[in-house]
Each structure stands twice: as C-alpha cells, then as structure tokens.
T-cell receptor, first 112, second 114 residues
C-alpha cells in the first residue's frame, strides 16, 4: 500500500459544478496535511493547509478525518481556471525534519 | 520580491557528464529540499538540508550530490552515476519555525539526456 494515495482521475466536470476528491494516508502518526495545486509543466503551489477542525478558503474546503486516515478537498462553483493537478501532501510531524510524502496527484479538468 | 529561483529552466546532459542545477532563495528559510518528478508521478525527495553545512539523503539520493555552503543556496549535481536522470527537478524551501510550516517551490529545471 502506498503511504499516500490519490485517485489519479481525470475528473472531468462542467463549469459551476461541485467536485470533491480524497487522499488516504497510511501513517496514523501523521501530523501535518496540505493540498497543493500544480499546473501543467509548472511547480506545485500551496493551495491550503488542512486543519483538524476543517477549513475553508473561498470556494475551497479541506477536511481531515483522522479515524479513517484521509483528507478531502471540495471545490464549489468550479471555474475553468481550477483545471490542474491537485497534490495531497502529508508530513509525519511539525518540524522540517519530518518525512514529507507527496501523493501522485488528482487531475481535474473543468469544461465550459 | 522574495522567492526561489532555479536555473537553468532546461538542461541537456550528455552521457557520462555531471551537471549542476542551481537553487537560490531569498526568503531567509533554513530548510531547503530537492525533489524529482517523473511524468504522472508524485514528487520524490532526493536530498534536504535543515541548516548550513548540513544535509541529509532523501529517498532517492543515489547518483546525486548537494552542498549547502550558504543559507541562500542549495545546488544539486546530477552525476554520471545517475542512469536515468531525465526528469523535472524541483527545489523547495521552508522555515524551520515548526507548526504548519509549508514548502515553497522554485519554477523547476527540466533535465534531458542527449
């Protein structure tokens, strides 16, 4: 089993739709969680951190389920510009020495 | 503007040649990282450094070397021992202040073998 697993997609949804995808992790001791966005042939950019209580940033909502060991990302009212690959990142702890694992990413394509 | 720069954007390597990828940051971050990304795959850690003059191997360090003589700079050398170097190389940095500190990435270098 991979340490961090994501459905590779692609998710192909119409503009304005709501889309959600999950990321599962195997290390129950993991402490920090993030979602990054990566456009084609570009570097990953931080989308949002994921907090235990869940957090929202505009149209984006991230949630953490420690019992089932997954994090989720919900995008409401999707825009064409949301088309990208979304990477799940899991850290074993809070320090910079903590092991960081990147998921392989979920491709999202928004159609007009 | 604060950020991370990588150069060159594209790099071609001949068989048996060592090449060095540059990574510079002016964010005053203590920690720096090198990752490799292959098509359709996640990022894999090559080396990381938490402080000047110290660095640690990541998951796929074989065939690579690094140095950290200055806080701002963390160059990566791809040696001739790396048999499959064609990939997208990403440098990142983060503060070491603890908590939910995040990594910020440079624009990347695409390495191609001739």
């Amino acid at each position: 089993r991979k340490e961090v697993e994501q459905d590779p997609g692609p998710f192909n949804v119409p503009e304005g739709a709501t889309v959600a995808f999950n990321c599962t992790y195997s290390n129950s001791a993991s402490q920090s969680f993030f979602w990054y966005r990566q456009d084609c042939r570009k570097e990953p950019k931080l989308l949002m951190s994921v907090y235990s209580s869940g957090n929202e940033d505009g149209r984006f909502t991230a949630q953490l389920n420690r019992a089932s060991q997954y994090i989720s990302l919900l995008i409401r009212d999707s825009k064409l510009s949301d088309s990208a690959t979304y990477l799940c990142v899991v850290k074993g702890g809070y320090s910079s020495a903590s092991k960081i694992i990147f998921g392989s990413g979920t491709r999202l394509s928004i159609r007009p | 503007d604060g950020g991370i720069t990588q150069s060159p954007k594209y790099l071609f390597r001949k068989e048996g040649q060592n090449v060095t990828l540059s990574c510079e940051q002016n964010l005053n971050h203590d920690a720096m990282y090198w990752y490799r990304q292959d098509p359709g795959q996640g990022l894999r850690l090559i080396y990381y450094s938490q402080i000047v003059n110290d660095f640690q191997k990541g998951d796929i360090a074989e065939g690579y070397s690094v140095s950290r003589e200055k806080k701002e700079s963390f160059p990566l050398t791809v040696t001739s021992a790396q048999k499959n170097p064609t990939a997208f190389y990403l440098c990142a940095s983060s503060s070491a202040s603890g908590g939910q500190e995040t990594q910020y990435f440079g624009p990347g270098t695409r390495l191609l073998v001739l």
